[in-house]
Antibody, heavy 117, light 112 residues
Framework: EVQLVESGGGLVQPGGSLRLSCAASGFTFSSYWMHWVRQAPGKGLVWVSRINSDGSSTSYADSVKGRFTISRDNAKNTLYLQMNSLRAEDTAVYYC??????????WGQGTLVTVSS | QSALTQPASVSGSPGQSITISCTGTSSDVGGYNYVSWYQQHPGKAPKLMIYDVSNRPSGVSNRFSGSKSGNTASLTISGLQAEDEADYYCSSYTSSSTSYWVFGGGTKLTVL
């Protein structure tokens, strides 16, 4: 059974940092592109970032470019999102998702990040 | 403002059919057959319902179907059931320089 389990969310002050993790199991993690998607409270889904299967290529939404860094450790079957210079508008549930082709086949349960003083 | 445009809400009675539209541009929906649809119940993670415009993953009811014409994709749910009440999001790959994957704003489906 495919499982994606996010962790690392919490309350952080504006300007602070957090690192999210997404532990994968039940599939060959190293073969799949992975994405982060976020959802602000009561709002819709927004794409954040993606990384290819070996970690050599990444992309970011303009809203997080220069502040967030996506990475992966295929030996540990884990995806990461390093978030720096956090702003109130980054408050959201962050989901990791595994891609098969051009769609998100599986999603984690999400981890809540709250940026507030 | 979302990159793809969906109606905020749709409704239907049990047994009826409804269609949710998703309008983009030639840089996303119209340019590629990479439209997917996701169902999200309150407090839950999204679930893939349709991929590559019209394909259903294993385990998804054949009451769900997808199509595309020009820059507009559509999700049709036939034989509405109470459990179909949820938010539905379309998404697409985009060749835009400012993004990579875009979503619609979501449509709240109410089963009357």
């Amino acid at each position: 059974e495919v499982q994606l389990v996010e962790s690392g969310g919490g309350l952080v002050q504006p300007g602070g940092s957090l690192r999210l993790s997404c532990a994968a199991s039940g599939f060959t993690f190293s073969s799949y592109w992975m994405h982060w998607v976020r959802q602000a409270p009561g709002k819709g889904l927004v794409w954040v970032s993606r990384i290819n299967s070996d970690g050599s290529s990444t992309s970011y939404a303009d809203s997080v470019k220069g502040r967030f860094t996506i990475s992966r450790d295929n030996a540990k079957n884990t995806l990461y999102l390093q978030m720096n210079s956090l702003r109130a508008e980054d408050t959201a549930v962050y989901y990791c998702a595994s891609f098969s082709g051009w769609y998100a086949a599986y999603w984690g349960q999400g981890t809540l990040v709250t940026v507030s003083s | 403002q979302s990159a793809l445009t969906q109606p905020a809400s749709v409704s239907g009675s049990p047994g009826q059919s409804i269609t949710i539209s998703c309008t983009g541009t030639s840089s996303d929906v119209g340019g590629y057959n990479y439209v997917s649809w996701y169902q999200q119940h309150p407090g839950k993670a999204p679930k893939l319902m349709i991929y590559d415009v019209s394909n259903r993953p294993s385990g998804v009811s054949n009451r769900f179907s997808g199509s595309k014409s020009g820059n507009t994709a559509s999700l049709t749910i036939s034989g509405l059931q109470a459990e179909d009440e949820a938010d539905y999001y379309c998404s697409s790959y985009t060749s835009s320089s400012t993004s990579y994957w875009v979503f619609g704003g979501g449509t709240k489906l109410t089963v009357l």
